[in-house]
């Protein structure tokens, strides 16, 4: 789409690929000294070698700085950080740990509708419970806890809801949640014995003004040690999203908070069969978390940088979210964050016949006839789940801003002629 | 353990990790040749795009026409090439696709034993039926097809094997497998019905002079349309054995055969759950497939570096078969390929009951001796498996020559003084 990678990263990943660059000049040398720092801490200072199951020390201590930084000083402990292949593989990971049971006492996992399909196909791999519990869409998605509760409690009548995913900021809704709704979902988790997942992998992507991106550890710790000290989380981040936006690398991360020493030994073991991450992807996760500082030398390029992405980003939330409201039969919440709109669409009951005569799903229907019209691939809602009789689509707003613009208008027009020929 | 990266593979990897350099004059230019084609092939030409979840496609197509020139001629389609997360990924996720069943219909996975103990924990994972054949430690470690076929009968009468897993080169045996064996192998597998998993990622690794690395692949269709039409195979290799060593990376590739279309789309629903294998590692796999040829720039430096680490591998093989054959109480079969020994070591009685009292296996116990008084550390044949009241261990002959010798000799004076301590 367009986004260039970020210059450090990629100089700090190439050294360590390729040592012999330590000596060229046109290195900067904040990217060298990171680039060696990584390599002390990888066996035979090489990327081409495994790294210990968990992940190389020097990059989870550094993980573990980031955290303890970002939540203002909440501790956060290296032993307690799991390096990942990209996010995705730490929640299949620690979701295999959590499941298990067979007839009523198998494991119910909580996730939001609209949910990110890794859930549902991971969930289903396992053969647990999938509990959907829906976001609120006429309060800009946001998750309600009164709504937690009945899925949870509907949810026990034939299985043993255990594990409660968040997305947050959220895909593909693009809500950022605030800090007293995570605090009521954390007090339900500690009422109903619920281990958290807090998909995080968007804390970079804040668009709204009136938002701010709080870690569920952090409010965690904030609500103080009866639940600090009782509450299971796992948090995820990688380096496929933010303003890095390298999801070749597979880099990630996964922190863990009470873990039970028997269920961390279990993790291990499974960890070690995949034997490591990808250390390449490990060493770019490394500039993530340690990223340059004011007076070396690559930091004002790389805020820069990072800043010219991230805008970039939010004057597109804005412009899509404009767009799409001005467009009858389309309505879109704000796009607080992440990278997603995930416009609700009106479609015509002839259009809904229609889809029926090709055994499609009506959104499946109208994205297939865009894409056919006019080349533009968007995912239909029900790939996500919706509410029955709803209709979305999620589309990605990283298409550069003039693309973006001529696309939207391509969409209006296409929506308009959809109402127009099933009037 | 010493062994430097190859250059050209990692001048790649940095060139497509960092563009940059394409214009630096001190990179050869066939290693920015290949730079360019796989970043053309890329999203974005970059590493950090996801790639097809079965991999990037110059890459497959690659690997397709290194398998035609190592087979000599038998054709290879980049449709049937995977690209993995090291060969691990793929056998874990192909396993996952052939296991099923409850009951007498519980999948059995037939594996070699001794066996790389990745199979057992996926088989264990999976809820699969593990199902043993002993390879013949008085025979150098050779798969007998007549144990082959009264493990299968014997499985029969409890679940339903299905999968025929073969280690060649062996890991931890390092035996070669002949011509002739594998083609017993393949006729079991028709006439059962058996899908053939061969584990192939030593197949560089080939020490002794009397043997040849056969693929599976080339075996089955040189005995003929029957068979090449028919039998059911899955085939792995990566890039972190060989002369290249470059494990941290996470490449690998799985070529199928004879893979049934429901099948392959299962498969490629479950593998674009985890989006994409690290495109780094695709990177490096690539080179693996596509090295110099003669003529071109870098071609002198990378046979040198290559021949050099087989070289030395083949002379620590035969070293380490002479030097554990002079110890009274350890017997070893030549080390024929692949990068370990596994000597069969004399535990005497009293050794072994003062083992239970640790509550040990004796192997484990004697690693466990050996490592306290001399901080070698090798792995317990129970880790592998072994023929009932056999013992054994695992060491890699990776150090160099020289370390080696003390490391050896320091092994036998400690089973010399173990003989004695316990006699």
Redesign the interface.
């Known amino acids: 789409?367009?986004?260039q990678?970020i210059t450090f990263l990629?100089?700090v990943?190439?050294l360590c690929?390729?040592p012999d660059?330590l000596d060229?000049p046109?290195f900067p040398k904040d990217a060298k000294r990171r680039a060696r720092r990584i390599l002390e801490s990888?066996s035979?200072q090489?990327?081409?070698?495994?790294?210990a199951s968990q992940g190389v020390n020097c990059i989870r201590e550094d993980v573990a700085k980031f955290i303890e930084k970002r939540d203002e000083g909440v501790p956060a402990h290296p032993d307690n950080i799991y390096l990942t292949?990209?996010a995705?593989?730490g929640i299949?990971s620690i979701l295999?740990i959590l499941v298990s049971g067979e007839g009523q006492s198998r494991t119910g996992v909580m996730i939001p509708i609209p949910q990110y399909?890794?859930y549902s196909?991971?969930i289903s791999?396992l053969d647990a419970i999938q509990v959907n519990y829906y976001l609120d869409e006429e309060n800009c998605w946001a998750l309600d806890v009164n709504e937690l509760r009945r899925a949870f409690y509907r949810a026990k009548e034939y299985c043993s809801p255990k594990v409660l995913c968040i997305i947050n900021p959220g895909n593909p809704t693009g809500q950022v949640q605030s800090k007293h709704c995570i605090e009521e979902v954390i007090h339900f988790a500690l009422e109903e014995g619920l281990f958290l997942l807090a998909d995080e992998v968007y804390q970079d992507n804040i668009y709204s003004k009136s938002c701010q991106f709080y870690s569920f550890k952090k409010v965690l710790y904030d609500m103080g040690p009866e639940y600090f000290n009782n509450v299971e989380l796992a948090s995820f981040h990688s380096t496929s999203k933010g303003y890095?936006?390298?999801?070749?690398?597979?880099g990630g991360y996964m922190e863990v908070v009470n873990l039970h020493p028997d269920i961390t030994a279990q993790l291990v073991k499974?960890l070690s069969?995949?034997?490591?991450?990808?250390?390449?992807?490990q060493a770019a996760m490394d500039v993530v978390v340690n990223p340059p500082q004011p007076g070396e030398e690559s930091y004002e390029q790389f805020i820069r940088e990072k800043d010219a992405i991230l805008c970039n980003l939010a004057e597109k939330a804005e412009l899509t979210e404009e767009l799409f409201n001005q467009v009858p039969g389309i309505k879109c919440n704000p796009l607080q964050g992440a990278m997603y709109a995930f416009p609700r669409i009106f479609i015509p009951d002839k259009a809904i016949e229609k889809a029926k005569e090709h055994q499609m799903a009506p959104d499946m229907y109208y994205c297939m006839c865009l894409l056919e019209e006019t080349g533009i691939c968007v995912v239909p809602g029900s790939g996500f789940g919706q509410k029955e009789g709803t209709h979305h689509f999620r589309m990605t707003i990283l298409p550069p801003v003039e693309k973006l613009k001529i696309l939207l208008q391509k969409v209006k027009d296409f929506h308009m002629r959809f109402l127009e020929d099933y009037a």
């Open positions: 789409m367009g986004q990678p990629r100089q990943v190439a690929t390729y660059l060229n046109s990888c035979g090489s990327l081409g070698s495994y790294s292949t990209g995705s593989d299949s295999k399909p890794l196909a991971a791999e890095m936006g390298e999801c070749g690398y597979r499974l069969v995949r034997l490591c991450p990808p250390v390449s992807g």
